[in-house]
């Protein structure tokens, strides 16, 4: 069965260094979604992709944030300069366009 | 008015017994309603999903209750087992591609 991959499943950094956590969606997808949850917490959105371009994205996903799909399989997301607060686990999510999100494993994030 | 209220925020049932999670949401564009199951360290996996065309939908032991004109849906687990302790997310979407807003999750223990 496709599954929604994702690496690393673990990302140790320090605060104000760059990340790129990656995904690969299923392949006849074609909406991404990345989400994240703070340990204990509700998964919360932060980005939808469609069309190569980014289609929703919540208050948190601010400037420090960005999303590429750079090639036909891997989808991306960069924190550019990492806070304490963006620790958590980041999971990804792909749709074929009908009502069912797939998610990924996660990556734990966490920045000391 | 994107919220979805989920209560219990745990629940512990015997083996064999019926959890019961329940949900409530605002939004009435909401048109998709997943359930999802969280075991520890992983990604949310879809358990059930319902439209509010429909009041009840069952498959095994899973089933959802829909009430639109309250806006409420539950999760019932029939018999349930060990193996079902997991955290419950109800959850939220509208439209066909957007982003789904989750309830604030249920951790189930179900003891022998």
Request: hydrophobic fraction near 35%; charged fraction near 20%.
């Amino acid at each position: 069965e496709p599954e929604v991959t994702q690496t690393p499943s673990h990302q140790v950094t320090q605060m104000g260094q760059e990340v790129i956590l990656r995904c690969v969606p299923i392949s006849n997808h074609l909406y991404f979604y990345w989400y994240r949850q703070i340990l204990g917490q509700k998964v919360e959105f932060l980005v939808s992709f469609y069309n190569n371009e980014i289609s929703e994205k919540s208050e948190i996903f601010d400037d420090q944030f960005s999303v590429e799909r750079p090639d036909g399989s891997n989808f991306t997301l960069k924190i550019r300069s990492t806070k304490l607060e963006d620790s958590a686990m980041y999971f990804c999510a792909s749709a074929m366009g009908g009502e069912t999100q797939y998610f990924g494993p996660g990556t734990r994030l966490l920045v000391l | 008015q994107q919220q979805v209220k989920q209560s219990p925020q745990s629940l512990i049932v015997q083996k064999g017994g019926i959890s019961i999670i329940n949900c409530a949401y605002e939004n009435t564009a909401f048109d998709y309603f997943p359930w999802y199951q969280q075991f520890p360290g992983k990604g949310p996996a879809l358990l059930i999903a319902i439209r509010p065309d429909v009041s009840e939908k069952k498959e095994g032991r899973f089933t959802i209750s829909f009430n639109k004109s309250a806006k409420q849906f539950s999760l019932h687990i029939m018999d349930s087992q060990p193996g079902d302790s997991a955290t419950y997310f109800c959850a939220a979407r509208s439209g066909g591609y957007q982003k789904v807003t989750f309830g604030t999750g249920t951790k189930l223990q179900v003891i022998p």
